[in-house]
């Protein structure tokens, strides 16, 4: 079975540094690249960034670039999403989900599996 | 890149269809064929329902379609079942910085 499996929850203090995982499993972890999406209490999906399955290559949104980190060890199979100074607007779900596009492709795509999710909240 | 605009709800009795529109613009939904769309119920991750536009995964009930007419593409759900009711997001490739874009979902309630 093809799956993504996250890292627990996590209760951190604003100034504090975090990093999260995503663990492939069930396919070839450096045949398909990972994304990772953000879920704010109540709110709608958001994309974060990419990052090659080798974190050789990593594309951020503009929305988020400059306030996470995304890196990927492919030795391990696992994804990491990283924060060195969190705020309190950084409470939210985290998703991480395969990328999979048609053979044959290069780019575009669409999101299958995704992970169970981890839920960082960030209070004083 | 601004979001893909939904409808905020949409509901519908037992064995009905219904329709969730998904606007873009030119530089998402109407350039690719790259749209997706995913159910999530209340505390749950979400899941992948269509993907390039029209396509259903291996698992995936065949009263779920999706279509595109140029930059709005729509999912539906026909013969409604109350295990469906939940949140459907879509998402498109846009090929800017922000490479793939979501909409702001649409709850759907089985009445």
């Known amino acids: 079975e093809v799956q993504l499996v996250q890292s627990g929850a996590e209760v951190k203090k604003p100034g504090e540094s975090l990093k999260i995982s995503c663990k492939g499993s069930?396919?070839?972890?450096?045949?398909?690249?990972i994304v990772w999406v953000r879920q704010m209490p109540g709110k709608g999906l958001e994309w974060m960034g990419i990052?090659?399955?080798?974190?050789?290559?990593?594309r951020y949104s503009p929305s988020f670039q400059g306030q996470v980190t995304i890196s990927a060890d492919k030795s391990s199979s696992t994804a990491y999403l990283q924060w060195s100074s969190l705020k309190a607007s950084d409470t939210a779900m985290y998703y991480c989900?395969?990328?999979?596009?048609?053979?044959?492709?290069?780019?575009?795509?669409?999101?299958?599996?995704w992970g169970q999710g981890t839920l960082v909240t960030v209070s004083s | 890149q601004s979001a893909l605009t939904q409808p905020a709800s949409v509901s519908g009795s037992p064995g009905q269809s219904i329709t969730i529109s998904c606007t873009g613009t030119?530089?998402?939904?109407?350039?690719?064929?790259?749209v997706s769309w995913y159910q999530q119920h209340p505390g749950k991750a979400p899941k992948l329902m269509i993907y390039?536009?029209?396509n259903r995964p291996s698992g995936v009930s065949n009263r779920f379609s999706g279509s595109k007419s140029g930059s709005t593409a729509s999912l539906t759900i026909s013969g409604l079942q109350a295990e469906d009711e939940a949140d459907y997001y879509c998402?498109?490739?846009?090929?800017?910085?922000?490479?793939?874009?979501f909409g702001g979902g649409t709850k759907l309630t089985v009445l």
């Open positions: 990052t090659h399955p080798g974190g050789s290559d990593i």
């Open positions: 989900a395969r990328r999979v596009i048609p053979v044959g492709g290069t780019f575009g795509g669409w999101f299958d599996p």
């Open positions: 998402s498109s490739y846009t090929g800017s910085s922000t490479l793939w874009v």
């Open positions: 030119s530089s998402d939904v109407g350039g690719y064929n790259y």
């Open positions: 390039e536009v029209s």
């Open positions: 069930g396919y070839s972890f450096t045949s398909y690249w």
